[in-house]
């Protein structure tokens, strides 16, 4: 799930400058790091390692819990989810338009990588606004 094609020997990933110098920030900081190099445990890993008898997800109860059903479709999640997500979408769309995010972002997989690395975002082509009097004006950047 991460992007590394941001990462250099010697300078953190990203991630870790969103932060906030504080306990609660460090400690979602590590759960997302844990989510995007898949070593987050969730009901579909501790049922492999024989650590739980079912993978189906305990919130909802509808499908297995893996990183994509948690980040996406998990019923339970819906409303933590929504408020970042139409968030999310809403930056994205601005920055490279609906033609694009319909294109790029048609699965759910695409999307819970858009939500844990949204550096994944840096290969598209990313439209910049201009203001010109009382008209915006986007203009593709590379």
């Given at each position: 799930?991460m992007s590394t094609s941001?990462?250099?020997?010697?300078?953190?990933?990203?991630?870790?400058?969103?932060?906030?110098?504080?306990?609660?920030?460090?400690?979602?900081?590590?759960?997302?790091?844990?989510?995007?190099?898949?070593?987050?445990?969730?009901?579909?890993?501790?049922?492999?390692?024989?650590?739980?008898?079912?993978?189906?997800?305990?919130?909802?109860?509808?499908?297995?819990?893996?990183?994509?059903?948690?980040?996406?479709?998990?019923?339970?999640?819906?409303?933590?989810?929504?408020?970042?997500?139409?968030?999310?979408?809403?930056?994205?769309?601005?920055?490279?338009?609906?033609?694009?995010?319909?294109?790029?972002?048609?699965?759910?997989?695409?999307?819970?990588?858009?939500?844990?690395?949204?550096?994944?975002?840096?290969?598209?082509?990313?439209?910049?606004?201009?203001k010109r009097?009382?008209?915006?004006?986007?203009?593709?950047?590379?």
């Open positions: 799930m941001s990462l250099k020997v010697g300078t953190p990933h990203p991630i870790w400058k969103t932060l906030k110098c504080t306990v609660s920030d460090v400690k979602k900081g590590i759960t997302k790091c844990r989510m995007l190099t898949g070593t987050y445990l969730l009901q579909v890993n501790k049922h492999k390692f024989k650590q739980s008898n079912s993978p189906i997800c305990r919130c909802c109860g509808s499908e297995p819990e893996d990183i994509v059903h948690m980040m996406t479709t998990c019923s339970s999640l819906f409303y933590e989810r929504k408020e970042s997500y139409d968030k999310i979408k809403q930056c994205v769309v601005t920055s490279i338009g609906l033609n694009q995010w319909n294109n790029i972002f048609n699965d759910k997989t695409t999307i819970t990588k858009l939500i844990l690395d949204c550096y994944t975002l840096r290969r598209y082509p990313i439209k910049k606004r201009y009097g009382n008209i915006s004006v986007y203009r593709t950047v590379s």
